[in-house]
C-alpha cells in the first residue's frame, strides 16, 4: 500500500534548486517510487530528479503530496518526513548572485547628461570599466538537429545518448579537476548534475521510444521540453537555469556527432575565437562558452539577455569581467569593430566614444588603476602599521570555496573556519571522513598559513533541524555551541577526530567557541586530549601540538584570563556575540542594533582589558566578528593592540 505525505508547501521562494536537490538525495536512497504532486498546479513530478522537481512549478502554500510506493516504503516515509518538517522549512535563502542597481536607478554621470552620446543602459553585472573594440557573436539557439531520414533502430540510439553523456561526464569532470576558480568548479558541478538527471536522461528515452527518432532530435526536444516548463516559472533564479540545459544539451547533440556540425548548436557548443582584446557582444552566453573563453583578450561583456544572477554572468564576476546586461538586441544596435565602453559600475554601454566621453572614462579608468595599483602591493604584504608594527590580517570562512579569494585578496590564514556550515542545509550530519575530507582540503589551501577551524557552534540564531533542539524563549542564552557537546558526544567526538586527523596536512589550530568558564576548559581540553589518544591508538597521524584557543565572546571569560591563559595558546574575540552580551542587545534584534556600538568607551575599555590580560599572560590574541572588518575602526584595533583581525 502506498504511503503519502499531504503538505502545504512552506518555501516563500518556490521550489527551486537547492530544495529540489536535497530532496532528490534523500529519495534516491530507496527503491521505492517517490512522486511529488501539486495539487495546484496538477503536476506530478519524479522525486528522484531534482530538474522535474524545480519543473513541478510548486509555490509557497500549495497543496502538495509526496505519494512512496515499494518494499521500503516506510522507511522512506520516516526519512521524508523528518526532512519535510524539520529541515525544508530553513531552506529558503535567496539565490546566489549579487543585486545590481536596474537601469532605472542608474546614475548617469553629468558629462553623459551633457554630451548626450548614443549609449545604453542595462544591468550592470560585473564591476569596473572597460573600453574596447566590439566583437558580436551569433548568439547561441539550440536549433533542430537536421534530419537524415535513416531508418531508426531504437537500441542504436538509447546506446548513443549513453555513450554521449558518458562522454560530457568525463570532459565536465576532467574540466572541473584543472579549473581553479571555485565558481567556474560549482557551475561545472551544477551541469555534471543536470547531465546525469533521472528525470533528463528519461524524457530523452522516452521521445526517442515513442517517436522513434533519433538521439539528436530526442535530446533537442528534451532541452525544448524543460525549457518550456522552466521558462514559465515565476522565479527569475529559476528562468535564468535555462541556459543551462540548453547549453548541456547542445554539447550532448555535438557529442553525438551527427552530422549537425554545420547547425549554430555546434558553432555554440565550441569556443568563441578571440584573438584580440574585444568587447564580446552576444545575445546571451553559454557557460560552458564563457569557460572556453580566452579571458586575456576579453576585457568586457555586453549581454542582451542574461540576467545578473545566470551563471554567465556568476563568471564574469568571478574573473573580473566588466558586464553590462538586460539590453534588448545590443547585437544588433551596434557595429563590428567600432570602440565600445562597457561601464559595470553604472551598467551603461557607450559606442563610438567622442573626445569628451573618451577623455572621461580614461580619466575614470586611470583613477581605477591608480587604486589597484596603490593597493596592489598591499595585496601580499604581510599586513603592519606604516611604522612596522605587524597586525596578521585574516579571512573568516564558512565553507572551503571561499578560501580562494581570501587568500587571491591577501588574507595571511583564515581566521575562522565557522564549521557550522558544513552541518547546515543538509538532512544528516556529516561523517567524520566528509569533515575529515573537508578540514583536510582546506588546510591542504591553506599551506602553512594557519588555519583555525571553530568547533560546532550552533543553536541561538543557526539552528540545525536534524538535531532536533529544544524551543527555547532565549535561544542565544540557552542552549548553544559547546552546551551542548556533552548531549551530543558521538557528533563532537567525530568532529574533534575529523579536525584533528586534518592537522597532519597544515598548520591547523582549534578553536572552541562561546566559553564562560575555566570548567568549560578544562572539559573541551579533557574532550580533545581522549580524541587524541584513541587516534594515537589506532595508529593515525595528527598533529599532537596542534594549538587550542577560545573565543573571548562571553563577558565573564574576560575576568578568567590570567588562569586561561596557562591552559590555552590563543584566543579571537567574537565581537558579535561579546557586544551582543555585554550591551544586553540581541544581536538579530534590528530594534536594538544601536546599542552594539565598538566606539562605545566601556566596550573600547573592555577589549582593552581583553588585549592587556592575554598578552600579559604571554599569548596573542585576534579579533573577528563584523567590526574587525570595518576600515573606519581599524586605527581603534591597531591601538588596542590586537595581534590578528
Ligand atoms: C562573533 O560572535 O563575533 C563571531 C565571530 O562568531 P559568530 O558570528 O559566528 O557567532
Ligand atoms: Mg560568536
Known amino acids: 500500500m502506498a504511503r503519502q505525505i499531504a503538505f502545504k508547501f512552506p518555501l516563500v521562494h518556490g521550489l527551486h534548486a537547492r530544495p529540489a536537490s536535497l530532496f532528490q538525495e534523500i529519495a534516491r536512497r530507496f527503491s521505492a517510487s517517490v512522486s511529488w504532486e501539486n495539487d495546484r498546479s496538477n503536476n506530478r513530478a519524479d522525486g528522484k530528479s531534482a530538474l522535474s522537481l524545480i519543473a513541478s512549478d510548486t509555490w509557497k502554500d500549495d497543496p502538495c503530496r509526496v505519494v512512496i510506493d515499494g518494499v521500503d516504503e516506510l522507511e522512506a516515509e520516516e526519512a521524508l518526513k523528518q526532512f519535510l518538517e524539520n529541515e525544508f522549512p530553513g531552506l529558503d535563502e535567496t539565490p546566489p548572485g549579487i543585486t545590481f542597481p536596474d537601469a532605472q536607478e542608474i546614475k548617469i554621470p553629468r558629462v553623459i547628461k551633457k554630451e548626450k552620446p548614443l549609449h545604453f543602459a542595462g544591468a550592470g553585472a560585473s564591476r569596473g570599466i572597460a573600453r574596447a573594440p566590439v566583437f558580436v557573436f551569433d548568439s547561441f539557439h539550440l536549433e533542430p538537429p537536421v534530419e537524415t531520414f535513416e531508418t531508426v533502430i531504437v537500441e542504436k540510439e538509447i546506446r548513443a545518448v549513453q555513450e554521449a553523456v558518458n562522454n560530457l561526464v568525463r570532459e565536465l569532470s576532467e574540466t572541473m579537476a584543472l579549473s581553479q576558480n571555485s565558481i567556474e568548479k560549482d557551475i561545472l558541478n551544477a551541469h555534471l548534475a543536470i547531465v546525469q538527471d533521472k528525470a533528463y536522461l528519461e524524457k530523452i528515452h522516452e521521445y526517442i521510444v515513442s517517436w522513434e527518432c533519433s538521439a539528436a532530435k530526442a535530446v533537442f526536444e528534451t532541452a525544448q521540453y524543460f525549457a518550456a516548463i522552466l521558462q514559465s516559472r515565476k522565479s527569475l533564479y529559476i528562468r535564468q537555469r535555462l541556459a543551462d540545459i540548453k547549453d548541456i544539451s547542445a554539447r550532448v547533440i555535438v557529442s553525438l556527432n551527427c552530422g549537425c556540425k554545420a547547425s549554430s548548436t555546434a558553432a555554440a557548443a565550441s569556443a568563441i575565437p578571440l584573438t584580440e582584446p574585444v568587447i564580446l557582444i552576444t545575445e546571451n552566453l553559454l557557460p560552458s562558452q564563457f569557460i572556453l573563453l580566452d579571458k586575456t583578450h576579453l576585457r568586457g561583456l555586453v549581454l542582451s539577455e542574461a540576467g545578473t544572477i545566470s551563471h554567465s554572468v556568476i563568471l564574469a564576476r568571478a574573473f573580473n569581467i566588466p558586464t553590462v546586461t538586460g539590453i534588448e538586441n545590443i547585437h544588433k544596435k551596434v557595429h563590428p569593430g567600432e570602440e565600445l565602453i562597457v561601464d559595470g559600475d553604472r551598467g551603461l554601454v557607450i559606442p563610438a566614444p567622442n573626445k569628451t566621453l573618451s577623455r572621461f572614462y580614461d580619466l575614470e579608468m586611470a583613477k581605477q588603476r591608480r587604486i589597484s595599483e596603490k593597493n596592489a602591493p598591499f595585496i601580499s604584504a604581510p599586513g603592519a602599521t606604516a611604522d612596522g608594527k605587524k597586525i596578521e590580517v585574516a579571512a573568516n570562512i564558512g565553507s572551503v ?58 543553536g541561538g540564531d543557526k539552528p540545525i533541524p536534524y538535531l532536533d533542539l529544544p524551543n527555547e524563549d532565549n535561544p542565544f542564552l540557552g542552549y548553544r555551541a559547546i552546551r551542548l557537546y556533552d548531549d551530543f558526544n558521538d557528533l563532537i567526538t567525530a568532529q574533534l577526530r575529523a579536525i584533528l586527523r586534518a592537522s597532519a596536512w597544515g598548520n591547523l589550530k582549534i578553536m572552541f567557541p562561546m566559553v564562560s568558564c ?125 595581534d590578528v583581525i
Not at 587516534?535 to 584557543?549: A, M
Not at 552580551?581 to 575599555?605: C, G, K, M, Q, T
Request: hydrophobic share 45%.
Open 401 to 458: 570555496a571561499e578560501m580562494e579569494s581570501a587568500f587571491l585578496n591577501g588574507a595571511e590564514g583564515i581566521g575562522l573556519f565557522r564549521s557550522e556550515w558544513v552541518f547546515m542545509n543538509r538532512s544528516t550530519a556529516p561523517t567524520e571522513e566528509e569533515q575529515f575530507d573537508i578540514y583536510s582540503m582546506a588546510a591542504l589551501i591553506a599551506g602553512k598559513e594557519p588555519l583555525i577551524i571553530r568547533t560546532l557552534d550552533i
Open 518 to 642: 575555566m570548567e568549560e576548559v578544562l572539559a573541551l581540553k579533557k574532550r580533545l586530549k581522549n580524541a587524541m589518544l584513541d587516534l594515537e591508538k589506532e595508529g593515525v597521524p595528527f598533529n599532537p601540538g596542534v594549538e587550542t584557543g577560545i573565543m573571548v565572546e562571553i563577558p565573564s571569560i574576560v575576568f578568567a584570563l590570567e588562569k586561561i591563559c596557562r591552559e590555552v595558546d590563543f584566543f579571537s574575540v567574537g565581537s558579535n556575540d561579546l557586544a551582543q552580551y555585554f550591551f544586553a542587545a540581541d544581536r538579530a534584534n534590528p530594534v536594538v542594533s544601536y546599542l552594539h556600538n565598538p566606539f562605545y568607551p566601556s566596550f573600547l575599555r573592555l577589549l582593552k582589558k581583553i588585549v592587556s590580560g592575554v598578552h600579559a599572560g604571554g599569548k596573542w590574541v585576534g579579533l573577528c566578528g563584523e567590526i574587525a572588518g570595518n576600515i573606519d575602526c581599524l586605527p581603534l584595533w591597531v591601538g588596542l593592540g590586537f
